[in-house]
């Protein structure tokens, strides 16, 4: 009688652990794939307002669009000169997670001469 007890223990410990693993992993997933869309809306956002891309909506507008394309909602949208700062959020098992990035052209190398 004491197997069966031991045996279920350890079926039930592994079936947890299994399930902890797969959420944990899930949960990875989920957060590369909102910090890439926060990229791709930032990137989207800064072309649209250097003029490299011409769309008729704004640079917000496109960056909420490519966001909602990953998956994610624009939370924030904001520009220093013509570089974008945006923050996304999505949510994965009842969890919101929130991403920011931020885009623009090169900074000036400084000179050393």
Do not use: H, K, N, W
Not at 13 to 20: D, H, K, Q, S
Not at 25 to 43: E, K, M, V, W
């Amino acid at each position: 009688m004491a197997s069966v007890t031991l045996t279920v223990g350890a079926a039930a410990t592994a079936a947890t652990l299994a399930i902890a693993a797969a959420l944990i992993g899930g949960a990875a997933t989920a957060s590369q794939r909102l910090a890439s869309g926060a990229d791709a809306a930032a990137l989207a956002a800064a072309d649209v307002a250097s003029g490299a891309v011409t769309s008729a909506g704004s640079p917000c507008e496109v960056a909420a669009t490519v966001a909602a394309a990953s998956g994610a909602r624009l939370d924030d949208c904001r520009f220093d000169g013509f570089v974008a700062i945006v923050q996304v959020s999505a949510a994965y098992a009842g969890i919101t997670a929130v991403a920011r990035s931020r885009a623009g052209p090169p900074e000036v190398a400084a000179d050393d001469g």
